[in-house]
């Protein structure tokens, strides 16, 4: 199995929710999978992986293209009507549906380095904001797979007073 990190030049940031065994080995708890994993080796959705004994994720600040949408786009009802969002959806996914429509970016098989972009939450709130958005989407894959940076740009928008 491809190294993601090497083939798509991806940096590592610590992981959240897991722990540390014997022989350097850890075990994910972030999905139901609950991966146990080697050094070096990667879980099933292959963003998060143990290095040196600590896990560590490769999709923190990795999306597709920030675009701006409306809500109407989302699998939403009755909630803010007409208002625009700023959509983000990041790589890897710790599911694997059949006829997913966005296979290209959640499979990280097929992942190349022109589907996505690098960002910080700091820039991600000042664009919503820049463009007078006050919805944020995290979508085209399950967004619990980056959920340190789903909460850190939370963070960022409950300082901004969003
Ligand atoms: S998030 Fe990834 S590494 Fe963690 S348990 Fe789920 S599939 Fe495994």
């Known amino acids: 199995m491809p190294n993601e990190k090497e083939r798509l030049g991806l940096k590592s940031h610590p992981a959240r929710l897991y722990s540390r065994l014997e022989n350097e080995e850890v075990v994910c ?3 139901p999978r609950q991966c146990r994993l080697k050094p070096g080796q990667a879980g099933f959705c292959r ?3 143990n290095e040196n004994g600590k896990l560590v994720t490769l999709n923190y600040g990795v999306s597709v293209q920030l675009t701006q949408e409306m809500i109407e786009t989302e699998a939403v009802v009755h909630h803010s ?3 625009p969002i700023l959509s983000l959806g990041n790589i890897g996914c710790m599911l694997n549906c059949d006829f997913c429509h966005n296979w290209q970016t959640s ?3 097929y ?3 022109k589907d ?3 960002y910080t939450p700091e820039q991600v709130v000042q664009t919503a904001l820049n463009k007078g958005i006050g919805i944020l989407s995290w979508t085209y894959n399950d967004p619990v797979v980056w959920h340190e940076f789903v909460c850190d740009t939370a963070r960022w928008v409950g300082s901004k007073g969003f």
């Open 111 to 113: 992942v190349k380095k």
């Open 107 to 109: 499979q990280m098989r």
């Open 116 to 118: 996505f972009y690098h």
């Open 29 to 31: 708890h972030l999905s």
């Open 47 to 49: 963003v998060r992986q």
């Open 81 to 83: 009507p007409g208002q």
